[in-house]
């Protein structure tokens, strides 16, 4: 309860009740920004907001609180020049910070052992499966087509790397609905795909576009779906 009440505050007071304004003054005057120790002070206010105000979380909300406006004066004079990286950077070390006071102050609950087991190294290998292996499966598949996929590519402007992360992420919820044994969801799925793209299908001149598509849909589909089975099937044996 202590670590879901801490990571609660955290994101209302990182996402929530951090305003643009807050931001842009921040990058600009760095550690003389008034608002990156308003900031600070929103996230003090937060965690005893939701822990209550009582002694034995004082040391909490001043550790917390403190390790916070580093973390965010470190990430303002911007040590990684990446922004995603930063970013992330920055979320990680947050909730490291609150792990680790959860830790000392209350024990974790749980060992690292007992969390890997034979159902959860099974989820990871279908994870695994319906992502990266299935992305670097349909690649080597399209590359019989290889002349003819780059004049799509050619044809084609896109986001780099989109259709690559749509996949994933298409294969992943095919996953979990199968697991969830929500077929219908599975349906949806395919017929929202092909309504957003229709309008690509149909504007095309030749049928390399609608027949890559449709391969790559069959395939995706295919792999998840013959991925969750099998891992339901694997389940009943553990």
């Known amino acids: 309860m202590l670590a879901l009440k801490l990571i609660l505050s955290h994101f209302l007071g990182d996402f929530v009740l951090q305003f643009d304004g807050w931001v842009k003054d921040k990058e600009k005057n760095k550690l003389k920004s008034k608002f990156l120790y308003l900031h600070t002070f929103v996230h003090a206010s937060l965690m005893f907001l939701l822990l209550g105000l009582k002694k034995e979380y004082v040391g909490i909300v001043i550790i917390i609180s403190l390790f916070h406006l580093l973390i965010d004066a470190v990430k303002l004079l911007k040590p990684i020049k990446n922004k ?9 070390a947050h909730l490291a910070v609150i792990g680790v006071v959860v830790f000392v102050y ?3 609950k749980f060992r690292i052992p007992t969390l890997i087991t034979e159902k959860s190294l099974l989820l990871a290998i279908a994870i695994l499966i319906v992502t990266v292996v299935s992305s670097i499966v349909l690649k080597v598949v399209f590359s019989l087509w290889g002349d003819a996929l780059k004049k799509i590519n050619k044809s084609d402007s896109s986001l780099k790397n989109a259709g690559k992360y749509i996949g994933m992420l298409e294969r992943l919820l095919v996953f979990v ?3 969830l044994d929500k077929w219908e969801a599975i349906g949806f799925l395919l017929a929202a795909k092909s309504v957003f793209r229709f309008g690509d299908l149909t504007n095309a001149k030749d049928r390399l576009l609608t027949e890559y598509v449709l391969i790559g849909t069959l395939l995706s589909f295919g792999i998840a779906i013959a991925t969750g089975l099998l891992y339901l099937k694997l389940l009943t044996f553990i």
């Open 84 to 92: 995603r990286i930063l970013f992330f950077a920055d979320q990680l």
């Open 177 to 179: 609905f199968i697991v």
């Open 106 to 108: 209350q024990g974790l």
